[in-house]
C-alpha cells in the first residue's frame, strides 16, 4: 500500500466514485426534500456535515498507506477507549487507562513491524500474542499499587477495554498488511455501513417484532433480517474487491458482516443501557461518540480478517 | 421462595458495580475546557506541566523572574491568592511560584469574556493557564459561587486579581468587592501578593515582552472568619488587602 499503488488502484478509484456519487444524490435529496417540500430537518442534515468531514479523511488515509492506515486505526481505538472509559468511570484510574492506552499504540507498533524472522510487514505472531502480556499487566497493576478497593471492576473493565475497542478492532488495521488491502479495507467499511443503513431501513419500512426488547429497544427482527439479506447480496455484487474468493468465502463474509455488524451495535447499546447513557461521547456531531460510529466494525473487522488468513494467508 | 436460576441472574452475589461516568459525556472536549470545574484530563495535565517547566525557564532567563516571601504560601488546604495586576505576565509569574506538582491545583481567575471567548483562547487558557472562567460582567454572583465551591475542595488556590483589569499606568487601582463578598465570614486565608516590573515589561497595548525584572513579593496570610456580615465588611476587606499588597512594595519587609 503506497500513494502510488492507491492511485492506479481500480478498486480504490471505483469505491471512491461509489461513495462520491452517493453522498452527492444523499445531498440532492435532502436539499430538495429542505427546499421543496420545506421540511425541517436540520439533525439529518448535520449527519450529513458529519459524513461529509468523515469519508474523505478515511479515503485520505486509506491513499496515504499502510501505515497511515495502521495509525489511523490505532487514533480511532485510544479515541474510542477514551469514551468507554469516560462512561464507566474508568477514566479515574489513570494507572489502568495509560497501561491500555500505551497497550493501544504498542499494537499499532506491532502492527507496522516486520515479523524479524520471516521479514513480512505485521509482526503477526506478537500481534496475536500481545493480549497475554497486556492483560497480564493489568492485573498486575493493583499488586504493585498494593490496593484492593474495586480493583477488580477497574481491572475487568481495562481488560474488556483493550482487548475489544483496542486489541479486535486493531485487525482492522492489520488487514492493511494483506496482499489484497484496498479490497479488504474499502469493502469492510463499505459494507458495515450499508448494512446498518439497511437494518434502519428495513426497520422503517417493515418493523414489527422487537429484536432485542431490553438492549436496544428500537431495534427489529424485520430490520435485522432485511440487513442481513442485503449483506449477503453484497458481496457477490462487489465480488472485483476479493477475485480469489469462492462461493464459500463470499457467503462467509455477507454472514459476518450481516451478522457481525449488528451484534457489535447491539454490544455498545447494552454497554451503554447498562451505564445508563444514551450516547457514548459528542465528538462526531449528529453521529455521538467514535465508539458510535465505530461499533459495527470493531466487531466485523477481526472476524473477517480471520477468515481470509484462514483462506490465504496474509501476505 | 427463589429458583436457583433468580439467584443466578441476581448477579455474583457480590454488590452491583458502579459506573460512575464523567459529568461531561455529552460535551465535546473543547466545550468540557470552557466549562468549570474541569476534569482531570491526563493529555491536557502533560501539555500544561510541559509547557509550566517551559514558562519558568523563559521567565526566569528573559525576565531573571525573583519570588520573595515563598515560605508564606499555607502548605495545605485551600487559599486565595490576592495580587496587584498590570501585565499579561502577572499570572504566569505567579503561577511560577508553585512547584509543578501543584500546578494543576492552581486556578487563575480569568475574565470569562476575554480568555473563554473563542476556541483558541478557550483551549490557550484551560490547557495552559489552568483559568478558572469568571464572567466579570453578567453572573458575577454565579462566578463567586464557583470559586467558593472551588475554594472547599482542599489544595486549591485560586488566584484573583481584584481590580478586576489591567493597571494601564501600572499604580495599583481600587480593588472591586468580590474578592470581600469571597472571603467575608470564610475562614480560607487571602495571601497578599505584589508584582514588580510586570507593567514595564509587558504593559497592556503592547505585542512583545521587554526583557525587564519582574519580582514576586508574597505576603504573609489572613482571614476574615469573624467580622460581621456587612456591606462595610466587604469594604473593609478591600480596603485591608489593597493595603497590603501596597506595602509589599521592595525595600519594605514582607513580612
Given at each position: 500500500m503506497t500513494v502510488d499503488a492507491a492511485l492506479s488502484s481500480e478498486i480504490l478509484r471505483f469505491y471512491a466514485a461509489l461513495v462520491g456519487s452517493i453522498i452527492v444524490l444523499a445531498g440532492l435529496v435532502l436539499f430538495v426534500v429542505t427546499?421543496?417540500?420545506?421540511?425541517?430537518?436540520r439533525p439529518i442534515w448535520r449527519t450529513y456535515r458529519g459524513w461529509l468531514i468523515m469519508t474523505p479523511l478515511v479515503v485520505g488515509f486509506i491513499i496515504a498507506g499502510r501505515t497511515a492506515v495502521i495509525v489511523g486505526v490505532c487514533l480511532l481505538a485510544l479515541f474510542g477507549f477514551r469514551e468507554f472509559a469516560r462512561a464507566t468511570g474508568l477514566y479515574r484510574d489513570w494507572w489502568m487507562t495509560g497501561v491500555v492506552m500505551v497497550a493501544i499504540i504498542g499494537v499499532a507498533a506491532v502492527s507496522i513491524?516486520?515479523?524479524?524472522?520471516?521479514?513480512?510487514?505485521?509482526w503477526y505472531g506478537l500481534f496475536m500474542a500481545l493480549p497475554v502480556y497486556v492483560v497480564g499487566l493489568l492485573l498486575v497493576i493493583p499488586v504493585l499499587r498494593n490496593r484492593t478497593r474495586g480493583q477488580l471492576q477497574s481491572t475487568a473493565l481495562a481488560v474488556l477495554g483493550f482487548v475489544y475497542f483496542g486489541w479486535m478492532f486493531a485487525h482492522l488495521g492489520f488487514?492493511?498488511?494483506?496482499?489484497?488491502a484496498y479490497g479488504y479495507l474499502l469493502y469492510l467499511l463499505f459494507a458495515v455501513e450499508v448494512n446498518d443503513i439497511a437494518a434502519f431501513c428495513f426497520g422503517k419500512l417493515f418493523?414489527?417484532?422487537?429484536?432485542?426488547s431490553e438492549v436496544s429497544?428500537?431495534?427489529?427482527v424485520e430490520g435485522s433480517l432485511g440487513a442481513l439479506a442485503v449483506s449477503l447480496v453484497l458481496p457477490w455484487l462487489l465480488s472485483f474487491s476479493f477475485p480469489h474468493f469462492g462461493t464459500l468465502q463470499l457467503v462467509l463474509t455477507g454472514l459476518i458482516v450481516g451478522i457481525g455488524g449488528q451484534l457489535g451495535d447491539l454490544t455498545i447499546s447494552f454497554i451503554k443501557r447498562d451505564i445508563g447513557?444514551?450516547?457514548?461521547?459528542?465528538?462526531i456531531p449528529g453521529h455521538g461518540g467514535v465508539l458510535d460510529r465505530i461499533d459495527s466494525l470493531i466487531f466485523v473487522a477481526p472476524l473477517f480478517f480471520h477468515m481470509v488468513r484462514w483462506f490465504y494467508g496474509i501476505a | 421462595m427463589e429458583s436457583p436460576d433468580d439467584q443466578r441472574s441476581?448477579?455474583?452475589?457480590?454488590?452491583e458495580w458502579k459506573y460512575r461516568p464523567?459529568?461531561?459525556?455529552?460535551?465535546?472536549l473543547l466545550q468540557r475546557l470552557g466549562g468549570f470545574p474541569r476534569e482531570p484530563e491526563p493529555l491536557v495535565y502533560a501539555l500544561r506541566s510541559a509547557s509550566g517547566l517551559l514558562l519558568r525557564t523563559w521567565l526566569r532567563s528573559y525576565h531573571r523572574l525573583q519570588i520573595l516571601?515563598?515560605?508564606?504560601?499555607?502548605?495545605e488546604g485551600s487559599f486565595v491568592l490576592v495580587a496587584n495586576h498590570s501585565s499579561h505576565l502577572d499570572a504566569l509569574c505567579l503561577v511560577s511560584a508553585f512547584s509543578l506538582a501543584r500546578l494543576h491545583r492552581v486556578f487563575p481567575a480569568a475574565a470569562a469574556d476575554y480568555f473563554f471567548s473563542n476556541m483558541a483562547r478557550t483551549a490557550f487558557s484551560a490547557v495552559f493557564i489552568n483559568a478558572l472562567p469568571f464572567h466579570r460582567e453578567v453572573h458575577g454572583e454565579q462566578s463567586l459561587t464557583v470559586c467558593t465551591a472551588l475554594l472547599e475542595n482542599p489544595g486549591n488556590v485560586l488566584i484573583i486579581f481584584p481590580e478586576g483589569t489591567r493597571s494601564i499606568t501600572g499604580e495599583i487601582d481600587r480593588f472591586r468587592s468580590g474578592i470581600g463578598r469571597l472571603l467575608l465570614g470564610t475562614s480560607i486565608p487571602a495571601v497578599p501578593c505584589r508584582l514588580e516590573g510586570a507593567s514595564a515589561a509587558?504593559?497592556?497595548?503592547?505585542?512583545i515582552p521587554r526583557p525587564k525584572k519582574v519580582r514576586v513579593i508574597i505576603g504573609r496570610p489572613r482571614s476574615y472568619?469573624?467580622?460581621?456580615?456587612?456591606r462595610e465588611s466587604v469594604r473593609e476587606i478591600c480596603r485591608d488587602l489593597e493595603e497590603a499588597v501596597r506595602l509589599l512594595a521592595t525595600g519594605r519587609d514582607p513580612r
Open positions: 427546499v421543496v417540500f420545506g421540511k425541517d430537518i513491524a516486520s515479523d524479524p524472522r520471516i521479514r513480512t510487514p505485521g488487514l492493511a498488511n494483506t496482499s489484497h418493523g414489527r417484532h422487537k429484536l432485542r429497544p428500537n431495534k427489529t447513557i444514551k450516547d457514548m461521547g459528542a465528538v | 441476581a448477579g455474583t452475589g457480590a454488590d464523567s459529568a461531561g459525556l455529552d460535551q465535546s516571601g515563598r515560605e508564606n504560601l499555607p502548605g509587558w504593559p497592556k497595548g503592547r505585542k472568619e469573624t467580622m460581621p456580615a456587612t
